[in-house]
């Protein structure tokens, strides 16, 4: 897997580093530099052997200290540089007052100021080290209406995206939250941070490039490393304070990996789909769907589908009485039992073979199905029993089971962490009100400071809270466990599928991590595989997609997963 840094703890590994000696920041700087420009002649090969026109947007902190760096390796390789700064007060580190005093011996340093790149002609190239990821709040006056006017607000400004390079992050974009701080609105097309064709960052991706706006306004990301590699595998601690020397995985990492990425310090664990070697269809897990009644069934059935494509050995579907005829003619494969009340559901749960139960999808919002839940969740193993290597009944709750949960007097009763929620943002809200308005944040965004609250945060704090494995839908899907772990799955860039916008296909989900879950994979691990072999599906398919299709693709998924 792909590790995720916040902005804390990028800078902490940087500390670390230049603290033992391994490096000093000028050197950092300089590798910074040249990664971009490397970074840049992959994206346009043809500039290797045509030195083109470029504008150098620089800072005042390290960030712009890169930018100098960048403007004076350009301008070695033949280009027309023209760079704009700004006046470095006493806060900026000695690293990047030295490479501005670099390029001052090559060239001159214009005002950061609109009026003056108002007039000055046009670049093939922009270069965007105005701010990288210690932003932590709006950026104010001139300047932010500077950064404002490249990002179009108020005025067509989009000649510029296509040639824009930014370092680390565009800036104003929360390089922890994926936000853009100050943004009125989180409207794609009135942002305050510039929109990139090419994103360089240093080391490791960071969080925001993955969450909320982040894939939108960083366009393609180029992951260089600047030597840091000892330093991560052997720091002490992370910015939050938790302990990374030890051998557990990291806090936050991204599934899958990105491609191409730069070599990780250390092993990362990766969920790995479990493959049938031998066994009778109940030791590959038996996976109990419950549904509502006659014309509700079609969500229970979706999820029952992808229990068995992704290798159950079993789904049983139990509905009321009337319903069982309408789900023996469209379902071959799965079994059907009668349900009439909870009293009937508490004997069938007696079976030990049945170790998932998933809940929701088309259940229906009444006293009878209040009662379904309760009974599940009474049966269910006690918290913390059961979880070594996935043994133990796990219960995946969504859709409906998600509403009803959320009028219980006390909502998380009975859960523990073989449990999945699966909301999206509207049931998330239901669920955890006081944590859904955080993410949201404040009506004025232009008072925000950051890091802003993140996708991430929130599913955190709401795993913690209900005791459970959450994972919090979207492009941008965050999977929590208590304690902290946490997984990104991003369907953006080159896993970008918009065809999953279609009804049913998050039934389809819940029945791949049961499915999964069924199969003696940890919970947490079944929801993360899920989410991204539910994209896989889709970008298998492609366009034209419907949720029926999804569970058709798994075995071409697998076959190429397995080649």
């Known amino acids: ?58 800072g005042p902190g390290n960030n712009g200290g890169d930018g100098y760096v960048v403007a004076c390796l350009l301008h070695g390789l033949g280009w027309q540089v023209a760079v704009y700064g700004m006046d470095q007060g006493e806060k900026t580190g000695a690293d990047a007052r030295a490479n501005r005093a670099a390029w001052e011996v090559l060239g001159p340093v214009a005002p950061l100021e609109e009026r003056v790149f108002r007039a000055a002609p046009a670049s093939a190239l922009y270069i965007d080290a105005i701010f990288g990821i210690g932003l932590s709040r709006p950026a104010a006056g001139d300047l932010g209406s500077f950064i404002a006017y490249l990002a179009g607000s108020g005025g067509d400004h989009s000649h510029y995206q296509p040639r824009m390079v930014a370092l680390d992050v565009p800036s104003g974009l929360c390089a922890d939250s994926g936000r853009v701080l100050g943004c009125p609105a989180p409207d794609p097309f009135n942002s305050l941070a510039p929109y990139a064709r090419l994103t360089v960052t240093f080391e490791a991706p960071k969080v925001g490039h993955f969450l909320a706006d982040g894939p939108a306004l960083c366009g393609k990301l180029a992951v260089k490393s600047i030597g840091l590699t000892r330093a991560r595998s052997e720091r002490s ?87 069982l005829t309408e789900i023996a003619a469209h379902a071959t494969s799965v079994m059907c039992r009668s349900l009439r009340a909870a009293p009937d559901l ?22 009878r199905e209040a009662a379904l839940l309760e009974a599940v969740l ?60 955080k993410l949201r944040g404040p009506k004025d965004r232009a008072m925000e400071t950051g890091p802003a609250y993140s996708k991430v945060d929130a599913a955190r704090e709401a795993a913690e809270a209900c005791g459970a494995i959450v994972l919090l839908k979207g492009r941008d899907t965050v999977v929590a466990e208590p304690g902290g772990q946490a997984w990104v799955h991003a369907a953006s860039r080159a896993r970008a599928a918009p065809w999953l916008a279609t009804a049913g296909a998050g039934d389809v989900l819940a029945g791949l991590i049961a499915g999964l879950a069924a199969r003696a994979h940890l919970p947490q691990h079944a929801a993360i595989l899920a989410a991204a072999l539910h994209v896989d599906c889709a970008l298998a398919f492609g366009p034209g997609l419907i949720a029926e ?13 397995e080649s």
């Open 1 to 58: 897997m792909t590790e995720l840094l916040t902005a804390a703890q990028m800078r902490a590994i940087e500390a670390e580093a230049m603290a033992s000696g391994e490096v000093t920041g000028l050197a950092l700087m300089e590798r910074a530099g040249q990664g971009v420009v490397e970074a840049i002649f992959e994206e346009w090969p043809a500039y290797r052997a045509a030195p083109q026109s470029v504008s150098v947007l620089c």
């Open 237 to 323: 601690s992370t910015a939050d304070g938790l302990s990374t020397r030890s051998l557990r995985p990291p806090r936050l990492t991204l599934h899958p990996p990105l491609e191409n990425g730069p070599e990780e310090p250390h092993a990362l664990f990766r969920p790995a789909l479990r493959r049938k070697h031998h066994g009778h269809k109940y030791e590959h897990g038996h996976v109990l769907v419950l549904t509502g009644g006659v014309g509700r069934t079609g969500a229970a059935r979706l999820a029952a589908r992808a229990a068995l494509r992704i290798g159950a050995g079993a789904v049983t579907l139990a509905a009321p009485p009337a319903a």
């Open 346 to 367: 508490t004997e069938m749960l007696e079976d030990p073979r049945i170790n998932a139960v998933c809940l929701g999808p088309g259940l229906g919002l009444g006293q």
């Open 378 to 437: 009474a049966a269910a193993p006690p918290p913390g029993a059961g979880t070594y290597l996935g043994q133990g009944r796990k219960l995946i709750l969504d859709a409906d089971a998600l509403t009803l949960l959320s009028r219980r007097t006390g909502p998380f009763a009975g859960l523990g962490p073989l449990a999945v929620l699966t909301p999206h943002m509207g049931e998330f809200a239901r669920l955890f009100p006081a944590i859904a308005a």
């Open 549 to 561: 299709d999804l569970p058709e693709m798994l075995p071409q998924v697998l076959r190429a997963g």
